[in-house]
């Protein structure tokens, strides 16, 4: 069992940087795909990005490529997500994930730990 603590968010300003942090309990966290998703009001949760185990291979939508990093400390226990180049329509909660199965995958049911989630707020 993995459990997760997202950390990080708030609001920022349309071109802005953020760093989200989340914090991952037990042994195994290194064992895990992780990936980050966002839900905003209204709309379904979406995939923003995810990591292998190890780092080497990371993943993206569209809508965040070349902007937002997905990275891990397996040393730490912990997974980001720096968001470069911030836009309006990036507001939402963000959430960070440990795949339940053992490679990539951009769907939401896939994912078996979820944290409580993170409010990014970006002002036009």
């Known amino acids: 069992q993995v459990q997760l603590v997202e950390s990080g968010g708030g609001l920022v300003q349309a071109g802005g940087s953020r760093r989200l942090s989340c914090a991952a309990s037990?042994?195994?966290?290194?064992?895990?795909?992780m990936g980050w998703f966002r839900q905003a009001p209204g709309k379904e949760r979406e995939f923003v990005a995810a990591i292998s185990w190890n780092g080497r291979s990371t993943y993206y939508a569209d809508s965040v490529k070349g902007r937002f990093t997905i990275s891990r400390d397996n040393a730490k226990n912990t997974v980001y997500l720096q968001m470069n180049s911030l836009k309006p329509e990036d507001t939402a909660v963000y959430y960070c994930?440990?795949?339940?199965?053992?490679?990539?995958?951009?769907?939401?049911?896939?994912?078996?730990?979820w944290g409580q989630g993170t409010q990014v707020t970006v002002s036009s």
């Open positions: 037990g042994r195994t966290f290194s064992t895990y795909f």
């Open positions: 994930a440990a795949s339940r199965i053992g490679g990539y995958s951009s769907r939401w049911d896939d994912y078996a730990y």
